[in-house]
Nanobody, 114 residues
Framework: QVQLVESGGGLVQPGGSLRLSCEAS????????MDWFRQSPGKQRELIAS???????NYVESVKGRFTISRDDAKNTVSLQMNSLKPEDTAVYYCHTKTRFDSWGQGTQVTVSS
């Protein structure tokens, strides 16, 4: 079955950087687009970055120019490089793909605070 395992979250000061990774298994990774979502307390989960099978990317306006999504099809991983982090980026970050079904990782907490 599809498994997605995120890592790389943590506590960082405003202006700092973090790199999230998601290791995928159980499906033919290179055939599927991959996404990063995030969810803050009291808010809906939101799509923040997507990468298609050709490497094309899309971002929500609030992270454009600060976050970069990438994929390594040889390693079945998708990453999210997050720079210039702000307190409002604090959230649980989730890796997602849709094969026959929507699949989610367990999430990784990112806290931006001084």
């Amino acid at each position: 079955q599809v498994q997605l395992v995120e890592s790389g979250g943590g506590l960082v000061q405003p202006g700092g950087s973090l790199r999230l990774s998601c290791e995928a298994s159980g499906f033919v990774f290179w055939r599927y687009p991959m996404d990063w979502f995030r969810q803050s307390p009291g808010k809906q989960r939101e799509l923040i970055a997507s990468i298609d099978i050709g490497g094309g990317t899309n971002y929500v306006e609030s992270v454009k120019g600060r976050f970069t999504i990438s994929r390594d099809d040889a390693k079945n991983t998708v990453s999210l490089q997050m720079n210039s982090l702000k307190p409002e980026d604090t959230a649980v970050y989730y890796c997602h793909t849709k094969t026959r079904f929507d699949s989610w990782g367990q999430g990784t907490q990112v806290t931006v605070s001084s």
